[in-house]
């Protein structure tokens, strides 16, 4: 029968085949990740709750649409962190200290809200791609996975809204 020590020491130490330093360097990417994601979630809602004009309907519905699996998402990261030891970041502060991508504080256009959101599904799939070396340096191929999974979505996410510009359209 294991002593309180044994019990403890099993309770605090990971061992998953990555070392400390390696999962510290992974979560500093994946917190970046995960403040890029929660500001594209953020402008994403607020563009489905401000968007206006002739493309109300599909804009609401696509904006909807894609800020449920963002917010889906960033649970995921967050989640990925944790596992790896470390606590995730989770107040705007920290948020806007991370991410790359600039909080929305006007009411743009819908064309501008389209922009702004391709640029932003491109700021996450830049961090995604930066963290990926990373995590195949360090053997991570679970965070890895998920970077791959999260660059799929969000460079579909860009191609999709990119779609819908007057610019497209020509």
């Given at each position: 029968?294991?002593?309180?020590?044994?019990?403890?020491?099993?309770?605090?130490?990971?061992?998953?085949?990555?070392?400390?330093?390696?999962?510290?360097?992974?979560?500093?990417?994946?917190?970046?990740?995960?403040a890029?994601?929660?500001?594209?979630?953020?402008?994403?809602?607020?563009?489905?709750?401000?968007?206006?004009?002739?493309?109300?309907?599909?804009?609401?519905?696509?904006?909807?649409?894609?800020?449920?699996e963002?917010?889906?998402?960033?649970?995921?990261?967050?989640?990925?962190?944790?596992i790896?030891?470390e606590?995730?970041?989770?107040?705007?502060?920290?948020?806007?200290?991370?991410?790359?991508?600039?909080?929305?504080?006007?009411?743009?256009?819908?064309?501008?809200?389209?922009?702004?959101?391709?640029?932003?599904?491109?700021?996450?799939?830049?961090?995604?791609?930066?963290?990926?070396?990373i995590?195949?340096?360090?053997?991570?191929?679970?965070?890895?996975?998920?970077?791959?999974?999260?660059m799929?979505?969000h460079?579909?996410?860009?191609?999709?809204?990119?779609?819908?510009?007057?610019?497209?359209?020509?």
């Amino acid at each position: 029968m294991p002593n309180k020590i044994e019990v403890e020491k099993a309770y605090s130490e990971i061992n998953i085949g990555i070392s400390e330093k390696d999962r510290k360097s992974v979560c500093k990417g994946l917190s970046k990740l995960l403040a890029d994601s929660y500001l594209l979630h953020l402008k994403t809602q607020n563009y489905h709750w401000n968007v206006t004009g002739p493309m109300f309907g599909p804009l609401h519905i696509l904006f909807e649409k894609q800020y449920l699996e963002q917010a889906r998402a960033i649970d995921i990261i967050a989640e990925r962190i944790r596992i790896l030891g470390e606590f995730a970041p989770g107040s705007f502060s920290n948020f806007l200290r991370l991410t790359s991508i600039k909080e929305e504080t006007s009411f743009p256009t819908a064309e501008e809200m389209l922009t702004n959101l391709i640029h932003g599904n491109e700021a996450v799939v830049a961090t995604a791609r930066e963290l990926i070396s990373i995590t195949d340096e360090c053997e991570d191929d679970v965070t890895a996975d998920l970077l791959v999974e999260r660059m799929q979505v969000h460079e579909k996410n860009a191609w999709m809204l990119r779609s819908m510009t007057a610019r497209a359209n020509h």
